[in-house]
């Protein structure tokens, strides 16, 4: 199993950023898939998750700046992620979960089943 992101990068407050991710290895429309991210020193949290049927689920802190979707056909997960701020900032990583739902129970470290490696997006004032 791999995940791969890319897009990460530099933009200032206001910006915008498309993250991408990679998936290979498992049969990608059978799996919730998801975006967390991590600052040093903090616990990982969820971002945004994405159940197979295209069903999206946002936390608070990216409803109506950031949009999950995916393209099945690529075995491709995307982040949208637009009028950015400082508080954005970090490592963002792509997980997928074997199920074709999103249940609450998958949104932490350990309820994902695959992770990618991240990319960093920093957002400057």
């Known amino acids: 199993v791999q995940l791969v992101e890319s897009g990460g990068g530099s933009v200032q407050a206001g910006g915008s950023l498309r993250l991408s991710c990679a998936a290979s290895g498992f049969t990608y429309s059978r799996y919730c898939m998801g975006w967390f991210r991590e600052v040093p020193g903090k616990e990982r949290e969820w971002v945004a998750v994405?159940?197979?049927?295209?069903?999206?689920g946002y936390a608070e802190s990216a409803r109506g700046r950031f949009t999950i979707s995916q393209d099945n056909g690529k075995n491709t997960l995307y982040l949208q992620m637009n009028s950015l701020k400082p508080e954005d900032t970090a490592t963002y990583y792509c997980?997928?979960?074997?199920?074709?739902?999103?249940?609450?129970?998958?949104?932490?470290?350990?309820?994902?089943?695959?992770w990618g490696k991240g990319t960093l997006v920093t957002i400057s004032s």
């Open positions: 994405i159940s197979s049927f295209g069903t999206g």
């Open positions: 997980a997928a979960k074997a199920n074709t739902y999103c249940y609450t129970k998958f949104l932490t470290w350990g309820g994902m089943d695959y």
